[in-house]
């Protein structure tokens, strides 16, 4: 991948949308997003990803207002569904799971978790994305960590329960991690980190993560025993996973208080944290360390959105800006940029198959490149950073 310029990266459709900040989801012949409508509806749609043309969309009930800081950017649909290839699942502001068949946006079943849990919508909506792991569906929903069967829609297992109102919930999505041998669930809700079996959703180790107001957001990134987090407010953490006969312990391995997170969840790259902070800068970071490699002098937006393959990097600024960089601990070594957006771009890029999807604030656009592979050599310019 050699440029982001129209010869090489040139945009192959764009649709206009309603609002919205859930990412793109893609499968073999179609993507899908989710938009909030009129301040009243969430509005699931699918797209074919050769032309752009809609092929179903699914509305519901789902609008809600969101408070604070975050009311400042709008109160759309923030979670990005999953699939499976055959059905869609979807979290809707109001707490409220549907899973839809991917051919035809059929309902295959629908949870509303505030009636089926006699809970209250979170504070700030529906936000984590569903995880599918061995046939069995997980997520934060109903104020505490669930695992569903796809089948049925049945609940098997509740954890992490925390029905605190605004503190209750998560903003982070869940991810699957092997720690000694294990397989696990590990969850990040507003004050802590813990690691949970799949089966049976027990707790396996816990830690608090200190976070201004519950502004844990970041999903966790692990390598080998070792889990990175950093929040809004507490700084960056490193925790070890040790295991004693079938127990776990969590051991703090460093923390940088200076080195706060926001919403971008970073790259791991042989061994080193690229990190996109509170501060607005990119920071490489050793991940079983801490020390900071370098730190980036330029200020870009408020968010980055991030995807890797090798030493490569493309990062999408919530301005509109995609950069292309490769990743590496002695400098930010920028290969291209392009502006891709007019509109502020908070959902997550995604790639599939030599096509990036982008979705605005009120729309999505497909690129693709031309000429070359995905992920090739190219010219860049490199500039060393200093701590």
Known sequence: MASLS???FRELWSTDLGEGYSGPVATEKMVFTVETRGKREEVIRA????????????VQSGAMKVPF????????????????GEHLYVLSMLD????LK?????VAWQVDFKRREETQAP???????PLIFENALYLHAGAAVTRLEPDSSLTKWRALEDRRGMFGGAFSSLIVATLHGREQIVAQTRSMLAGLDPESGKTLWSTPVEAFRGMNILTPTIEGDLIFTATYGGGAFCYRIVEDGGEFEVESVWRDKELEGYMSSPLLIDGYLYLFGRDRKLHCVDIKTGERMWTHSEKFGEYWSMVANGSRALALDERGILYLFEASPIGFRLLDKRRVSEESTWAHLA???????VRSLRGLSAFVWQTEPLWTSAKSSVQVDVR
């Open 69 to 84: 800081f975050a009311a400042k950017n709008g109160s759309w649909a923030r979670s990005t569904p999953a699939t499976d």
């Open 47 to 58: 797209f074919d990803r050769a032309d752009g043309e809609q092929v179903w969309e699914y």
């Open 6 to 8: 129209d010869s090489a």
């Open 96 to 99: 409220t799971l549907t899973c």
């Open 123 to 129: 504070t700030f909506g529906g936000v984590s994305s």
């Open 351 to 357: 790639i599939s198959d030599g096509q990036v999807f």
């Open 102 to 106: 991917v051919d035809t946006g059929e």
